[in-house]
């Protein structure tokens, strides 16, 4: 075929019209905490002084008369006194501190190992060592070279070891120094001098243009310090250390995060205006005696319905295609929510039903590990202890049960195999998300597959048609994973590379993000699956996915990748294998991995002569750690348009299942259809067809 009926061959599809929109699709920058603010909305932000706070607070209230009769009577000092006594009424010791001090113990938790040297001043974040910030804190260090350690501390995650600590012992030694530390924080950074100051590490032409401007009061920073500091004055309220003083700076400084919010919000579809929005209701909900709290409900409402619904698909996906985020912004709207009935009012029907379908996306996309997928930027945290109620999306799955009176997320938890549909197999087309699975229990074989639209930020990889595959109780084929976010650059451009994804690249060149969905059917007894992204400027990828024997002892899968164009060079698939052994045979075209439990077997073959090549490969699961694998390509060396069918089985032990294609591949053409393949695998033939038109 000719370059020129190439082309006419792509036209009469519409590939090359779809070609000149894909690239115009608007990428978001990396979700780094750098978005600037509205700069309209900072003239007059200034922090309120602790001695103004009654003229922020209702005190015409009736629950506050006894403090305003005092502060008419004996004035401020004793008037915050009172208001303390009505926080300490309001908010008295949590029933779950512990009655004694453990703290000396032989048995000391992480947050009280962490708390002891946050006292000490001593931080940590991540995978990194801890840092010694000194008698004199500078908030702004950068220890570890990593923007998010900067962020966490401004975040004040640091605050929950405290609270979780003194939960734990019940020593106030733990409220002494968040009143510390919060008032070390809140002296160095009144809202109108810092609120647009440049990091000094990450500053212009480092970070941008404009640098990390604004970093102490951006959305996150905000929304998620004023939650951390509202779980703090809930619980130290009563202890000894948290003085009348020390209460009105506290409520001048929220007070500060409320007006920055309301001002200056994200005002961006995104995670973390969902974030910051939580942060606004968290202060409504712990001082529901601001003034302009009904004011302050009417935004929130309506711009968390807003934002929610926009950044989240019509099947409950969150638009950045990652199961972290899909779960922060899940949980903090659920917080919104129930902040917002406390507070006497009620969110619109349309983002309740919304929740609902985001906690539909946990049932459906589920791993056999009771998580997420690894596609972009999620990690992989599943608990050696084997202990199902420790998996991730245990308590998500329980709490959606009691929330929305469905009891297959429960079953699911707990695997009520009664309870749980016959077919787990579950298609999120609009997101782009897909679960292959033949059973719910440990040892069922699963696959997850993403081929999406563009997300709403740079939290998606350029992968689209990759793959996971897990059987009998191992990740056989796990994804790339994102391995770091702020501090290695170079690191997390090479985990971010198509190549190192299950899917087809020409020549390694990072694909387009161009994902949408042809056809799926799904049953019992076998799941069809068809994307395809248009990968290159005149280079679609189609891929076909046959999920087969589900209920059979051999279930297995069959791949037909279609580079459907007249591109040229090294048109390859990639398999990146679970670290451990893993044997190339390239007359058979076969990959085998060699583990003492499970394992997978993988053959491929191309409608022309293919090579199957090592690659370098790199697995991640958790932040800052990774791990050396084997990842393999086939690869054909010519032009477009080029078929390869592979045949994925896995299998307990060492002994593989014999497989082979019996459909003579040169009858098959890239763009093709119908289509017709016949395979038989482990002595039974099996015919498997697709067709999308007609």
């Given at each position: 075929m000719t370059s020129e009926n190439r082309r006419q061959f792509l036209q009469k599809f519409g590939f090359i019209s779809l070609a000149a929109g894909v690239s115009s699709f608007p990428m978001a920058t990396i979700g780094y905490p750098s978005d600037s603010f509205i700069e309209t909305e900072k003239s007059g932000l200034a922090s309120l002084l602790p001695g103004e706070i009654f003229s922020v607070l209702n005190i015409d209230s009736s629950e506050l008369a006894k403090v305003k009769e005092v502060l008419n009577k004996k004035g401020y000092d004793a008037a915050l006194a009172e208001l303390l006594k009505y926080y300490?009424?309001?908010?008295?010791?949590?029933?779950?501190?512990?009655?004694?001090?453990?703290?000396?113990?032989?048995?000391?938790?992480?947050?009280?190992?962490?708390?002891?040297?946050?006292?000490?001043?001593?931080?940590?974040?991540?995978?990194?060592?801890?840092?010694?910030?000194?008698?004199?804190?500078?908030?702004?260090?950068?220890?570890?070279?990593?923007?998010?350690?900067?962020?966490s501390v401004y975040r004040?995650?640091?605050?929950?070891?405290?609270?979780?600590?003194?939960?734990?012992?019940?020593?106030?030694?733990?409220?002494?120094?968040?009143?510390?530390?919060?008032?070390?924080?809140?002296?160095?950074?009144?809202?109108?001098?810092?609120?647009?100051?440049?990091?000094?590490?990450y500053k212009a032409g480092v970070y941008g243009s404009a640098g990390w401007k604004g970093y102490p009061w951006l959305d996150l920073q905000t929304g998620i310090r004023a939650t951390n500091i509202c779980k703090g004055f809930r619980t130290f309220v009563h202890t000894k250390a948290f003085t009348p003083s020390f209460l009105a700076m506290l409520i001048a400084s929220l007070y500060d995060h409320q007006l920055k919010t309301e001002k200056m919000p994200?005002?961006?579809?995104?995670?973390?205006?969902?974030?910051?929005?939580?942060?606004?209701?968290?202060?409504?909900?712990?001082?529901?005696?601001?003034?302009?709290?009904?004011?302050?409900?009417?935004?929130?409402?309506?711009?968390?319905?807003?934002?929610?619904?926009?950044?989240?698909?019509?099947?409950?996906?969150?638009r950045e295609w990652c199961g972290g985020y899909h779960t922060g912004v899940y949980n903090d709207a659920l917080e919104i929510e129930n902040r917002t009935e406390a507070l006497g009012r009620k969110m619109p029907l349309v983002f309740q039903n919304r929740i609902k379908l985001?906690?539909?996306?946990?049932?459906?996309?589920?791993?056999?590990?009771?998580?997420?997928?690894m596609f972009g930027d999620t990690s992989r945290n599943v608990q050696a202890s084997g202990d199902r109620k420790s998996l991730p999306l245990y308590d998500r799955l329980l709490e959606a049960s009691e929330k929305f009176n469905d009891p297959k997320y429960k079953a699911l938890a707990d695997l009520d195999i009664q309870q749980l549909p016959s077919n787990g197999s579950t298609a999120f087309s609009e997101s782009g998300l897909y679960a292959?699975?033949?059973?719910?229990?440990?040892?069922?074989?699963y696959m997850a597959l993403h081929c999406s639209p563009p997300a709403f930020s740079s939290h998606d990889t350029p992968d689209n048609g990759t793959f996971e595959i897990y059987g009998y109780g191992r990740w056989l084929m796990p994804d790339t994973g994102f391995y770091t976010y702020g501090n290695n650059l170079k690191a997390r451009a090479w985990h971010r590379q198509t190549k190192v994804h299950a899917t087809l690249t020409l020549n390694g060149e990072d694909t387009m993000i161009s994902g949408r969905k042809l056809l799926w059917n799904s049953s019992e007894d076998a799941d069809v699956l068809c994307v395809e992204n248009h990968s290159y400027r005149f280079f679609l990828h189609r891929r076909t996915v046959w999920f087969l024997g589900k209920k059979s002892d051999v279930p297995f899968f069959v791949i037909l990748d279609e580079a459907i164009g007249d591109g040229k060079g090294d048109i390859a698939i990639h398999f990146p294998i679970a670290p451990g052994p893993?044997?190339?045979?390239?007359?058979?075209?076969?990959?085998?991995?060699?583990?003492?439990?499970?394992?997978?077997?993988?053959?491929?073959?191309?409608?022309?002569?293919?090579?199957?090549?090592?690659?370098?490969?790199?697995?991640?699961?958790?932040y800052g750690e990774r791990e050396k694998r084997t990842s393999v390509s086939a690869v054909y060396k010519g032009q477009g348009p080029f078929a390869f069918v592979s045949v994925l089985v896995p299998h307990k032990g060492k002994k593989y299942p014999d497989c082979r294609l019996i459909t003579d591949?040169?009858?098959?053409?890239?763009?093709?259809?119908?289509?017709?393949?016949?395979?038989?695998?482990?002595?039974?033939?099996?015919?498997?067809?697709?067709?999308l038109h007609g």
């Amino acid at each position: 075929m000719t370059s020129e009926n190439r082309r006419q061959f792509l036209q009469k599809f519409g590939f090359i019209s779809l070609a000149a929109g894909v690239s115009s699709f608007p990428m978001a920058t990396i979700g780094y905490p750098s978005d600037s603010f509205i700069e309209t909305e900072k003239s007059g932000l200034a922090s309120l002084l602790p001695g103004e706070i009654f003229s922020v607070l209702n005190i015409d209230s009736s629950e506050l008369a006894k403090v305003k009769e005092v502060l008419n009577k004996k004035g401020y000092d004793a008037a915050l006194a009172e208001l303390l006594k009505y926080y300490r009424i309001r908010y008295p010791k949590p029933a779950e501190v512990a009655k004694s001090s453990s703290s000396g113990s032989d048995k000391v938790s992480a947050s009280i190992s962490r708390a002891n040297n946050i006292e000490k001043h001593i931080f940590q974040w991540g995978p990194y060592d801890a840092a010694d910030y000194g008698s004199n804190i500078d908030w702004a260090a950068d220890p570890a070279g990593d923007i998010e350690w900067v962020a966490s501390v401004y975040r004040f995650y640091w605050a929950n070891d405290l609270v979780n600590a003194y939960l734990e012992t019940g020593d106030e030694r733990y409220a002494s120094i968040f009143v510390e530390l919060t008032t070390d924080w809140i002296g160095k950074h009144p809202l109108e001098k810092t609120i647009d100051i440049v990091h000094p590490v990450y500053k212009a032409g480092v970070y941008g243009s404009a640098g990390w401007k604004g970093y102490p009061w951006l959305d996150l920073q905000t929304g998620i310090r004023a939650t951390n500091i509202c779980k703090g004055f809930r619980t130290f309220v009563h202890t000894k250390a948290f003085t009348p003083s020390f209460l009105a700076m506290l409520i001048a400084s929220l007070y500060d995060h409320q007006l920055k919010t309301e001002k200056m919000p994200m005002n961006k579809v995104h995670n973390k205006a969902i974030f910051e929005q939580r942060g606004f209701f968290n202060v409504m909900y712990t001082l529901p005696e601001y003034k302009d709290r009904e004011k302050w409900l009417d935004t929130g409402i309506e711009l968390t319905s807003k934002y929610l619904l926009a950044q989240t698909t019509a099947d409950g996906v969150q638009r950045e295609w990652c199961g972290g985020y899909h779960t922060g912004v899940y949980n903090d709207a659920l917080e919104i929510e129930n902040r917002t009935e406390a507070l006497g009012r009620k969110m619109p029907l349309v983002f309740q039903n919304r929740i609902k379908l985001m906690a539909d996306h946990f049932f459906g996309i589920s791993t056999p590990d009771l998580g997420f997928p690894m596609f972009g930027d999620t990690s992989r945290n599943v608990q050696a202890s084997g202990d199902r109620k420790s998996l991730p999306l245990y308590d998500r799955l329980l709490e959606a049960s009691e929330k929305f009176n469905d009891p297959k997320y429960k079953a699911l938890a707990d695997l009520d195999i009664q309870q749980l549909p016959s077919n787990g197999s579950t298609a999120f087309s609009e997101s782009g998300l897909y679960a292959m699975r033949n059973k719910w229990t440990p040892d069922q074989v699963y696959m997850a597959l993403h081929c999406s639209p563009p997300a709403f930020s740079s939290h998606d990889t350029p992968d689209n048609g990759t793959f996971e595959i897990y059987g009998y109780g191992r990740w056989l084929m796990p994804d790339t994973g994102f391995y770091t976010y702020g501090n290695n650059l170079k690191a997390r451009a090479w985990h971010r590379q198509t190549k190192v994804h299950a899917t087809l690249t020409l020549n390694g060149e990072d694909t387009m993000i161009s994902g949408r969905k042809l056809l799926w059917n799904s049953s019992e007894d076998a799941d069809v699956l068809c994307v395809e992204n248009h990968s290159y400027r005149f280079f679609l990828h189609r891929r076909t996915v046959w999920f087969l024997g589900k209920k059979s002892d051999v279930p297995f899968f069959v791949i037909l990748d279609e580079a459907i164009g007249d591109g040229k060079g090294d048109i390859a698939i990639h398999f990146p294998i679970a670290p451990g052994p893993v044997t190339l045979d390239n007359a058979m075209g076969r990959i085998t991995t060699g583990f003492d439990d499970s394992n997978l077997m993988i053959q491929v073959v191309g409608q022309k002569p293919i090579s199957l090549e090592k690659e370098e490969g790199w697995y991640s699961k958790k932040y800052g750690e990774r791990e050396k694998r084997t990842s393999v390509s086939a690869v054909y060396k010519g032009q477009g348009p080029f078929a390869f069918v592979s045949v994925l089985v896995p299998h307990k032990g060492k002994k593989y299942p014999d497989c082979r294609l019996i459909t003579d591949l040169a009858s098959l053409y890239a763009g093709g259809d119908p289509v017709e393949l016949e395979v038989e695998v482990d002595g039974k033939k099996w015919t498997l067809e697709r067709k999308l038109h007609g």
